[in-house]
Nanobody
């Protein structure tokens, strides 16, 4: 059974940090690029970041460039999203996905004072 489980979400004040994790099982994790996508209330899904299967190539959306860092550990079947200097506009449900094929259920991130 394919599973992607996100963790690490929560509520923080503007300027704070969170580190999201996504643990995968049921497929060959190291063969897939991984992405983080977020969806804010009333808005469509937004690609936040992506990382190639080996971790050598990364992508960041303009809104998170220089604040978020994506990484992965293929030995642990995990992908991470370090989020710094969080802003209220980062409030959303964050999903991890494998090559847009397999999806987790998401973790809520709320940035508010």
């Amino acid at each position: 059974e394919v599973r992607l489980v996100e963790s690490g979400g929560g509520s923080v004040e503007p300027g704070g940090s969170l580190n999201l994790s996504c643990t995968a099982s049921g497929f060959t994790f190291g063969h897939y690029a991984m992405i983080w996508v977020r969806q804010a209330p009333g808005k469509g899904r937004e690609l936040v970041s992506a990382i190639s299967s080996g971790g050598s190539l990364v992508y960041y959306g303009d809104s998170v460039q220089d604040r978020f860092t994506i990484s992965r550990d293929n030995a642990k079947n995990e992908v991470y999203l370090q989020m710094n200097n969080l802003k209220p506009g980062d409030t959303a449900v964050y999903y991890c996905a494998a090559d847009n094929l397999y999806w987790g259920r998401g973790t809520q991130v709320t940035v508010s004072s």
